[in-house]
């Protein structure tokens, strides 16, 4: 059965920088090496500093890992291509640029545009507690004037924003703000409030903005949005998905995965476990709606929103 993957989050190149390892092969959940299952493989790597360094010393982590992605072999050679916008069909591996907790632009607006130079396409603007940017999701503070200021320079740029790890009232300025600009909002890497309580996960009412603005959902495989106890199987990713199909959300349904960043079920281990994930839910749903979940979905989103591969 031939499968491709479109996979919204990842944090391998905070890892590769930090574990000084290669995207080819390596001991992290994603390598080039475990993706040889897959037709066409698009990631989107998202750029996320450590809130140990402050926002100066995070900006400077932030083109380093740049960099360093960048300066791969898989990358220089060839085999894995870094795109500015939404790569055409075709077999193969290509990356999308994310930055994850916009904070280390630390209260500078030009850094914005510097972002969208260094191929930013997706921007998380949030990640934890309160920053120059505005109130993640462990508060109640929604965004900060430069926040807003911030963000509708991105979406200015093109970039789409993602309210992942946004606080309820940051996600409605989002919300607000991209309306204003005819732009999308995404939620990169989140699941679903309603099957796992906790504050990273989606609202109904969430859910539905993200449908009106035109946006994806990728479902996150960490354990503990999965299923309350942390002990997630499949079975829980199945059990959000089921949700979400519940919440007319077949065309928005994607996979953010979070590998790399997250703590992942047992039977979910890495990007190779993948491919069994698709042949367990071949046994729930027809394979259109598979294909939807790991490619088509995202793959459509892309193709309107990110432009063409610069
Ligand atoms: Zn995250």
């Known amino acids: 059965m031939q499968l491709s993957l479109f996979d919204?989050?990842?944090?391998?190149?905070?890892?590769?920088?930090?574990?000084?390892?290669?995207?080819?092969?390596?001991?992290?959940?994603?390598?080039?090496?475990?993706?040889?299952?897959?037709?066409?493989?698009?990631?989107?790597?998202?750029?996320?500093?450590?809130?140990?360094?402050d926002n100066e010393a995070g900006w400077q982590r932030l083109r380093r890992m740049h960099a360093n992605l960048l300066a791969d072999p898989a990358v220089t050679q060839g085999r894995a291509r870094m795109c500015g916008g939404c790569p055409a069909r075709a077999p193969g591996v290509s990356l999308l640029l994310g930055v994850e907790d916009a904070r280390v632009l630390d209260g500078r607006p030009e850094r914005v545009a510097e972002l969208a130079g260094l191929g930013i396409r997706i921007l998380t603007p949030l990640w934890s507690g309160e920053t120059c940017i505005g109130g993640a999701h462990d508060t109640r503070a929604g965004l900060t004037a430069f926040g807003r200021d911030a963000l509708r320079e991105?979406?200015?740029?093109?970039?789409?924003?993602?309210?992942?790890?946004?606080?309820?009232?940051s996600a409605?300025?989002?919300?607000?703000?991209a309306a204003d600009a005819g732009r999308?909002?995404?939620?990169?890497?989140?699941?679903?409030?309603?099957?796992?309580?906790?504050?990273?996960?989606?609202?109904?009412?969430?859910?539905?903005?993200?449908?009106c603005a035109g946006g994806v959902i990728g479902i996150n495989l960490y354990r503990?949005?999965?299923?309350?106890?942390?002990?997630?199987?499949m079975e829980d990713v199945r059990r959000h998905i089921e949700y979400f199909l519940e919440q007319g959300c077949a065309g928005a349904l994607c996979l953010?995965?979070?590998?790399?960043?997250?703590?992942?079920p047992p039977d979910l281990p890495s990007l190779g476990a993948l491919p069994r994930l698709a042949a367990y839910l071949r046994g729930w749903y027809p394979e259109d709606l598979i294909?939807?979940?790991?490619?088509?979905?995202?793959?459509?989103?892309?193709?309107?929103?990110?432009?063409?591969?610069q």
């Open 291 to 309: 294909c939807d979940l790991f490619f088509e979905n995202a793959f459509r989103f892309a193709h309107r929103h990110l432009g063409a591969p």
């Open 8 to 53: 919204l989050h990842c944090d391998t190149a905070c890892e590769m920088l930090a574990q000084r390892q290669p995207l080819g092969e390596n001991h992290l959940a994603v390598s080039l090496a475990q993706a040889q299952d897959f037709t066409q493989y698009i990631q989107v790597m998202a750029l996320w500093t450590d809130p140990a360094l």
């Open 154 to 169: 991105a979406m200015a740029l093109g970039m789409t924003v993602d309210i992942s790890h946004a606080s309820e009232r």
């Open 256 to 264: 953010g995965c979070d590998m790399d960043g997250a703590e992942l």
């Open 172 to 177: 409605d300025d989002i919300f607000a703000l």
């Open 224 to 233: 503990r949005f999965l299923s309350r106890d942390g002990e997630a199987t």
């Open 184 to 211: 999308p909002v995404i939620a990169s890497h989140s699941d679903a409030y309603a099957v796992c309580p906790v504050s990273r996960n989606l609202h109904p009412g969430q859910i539905r903005a993200l449908l």
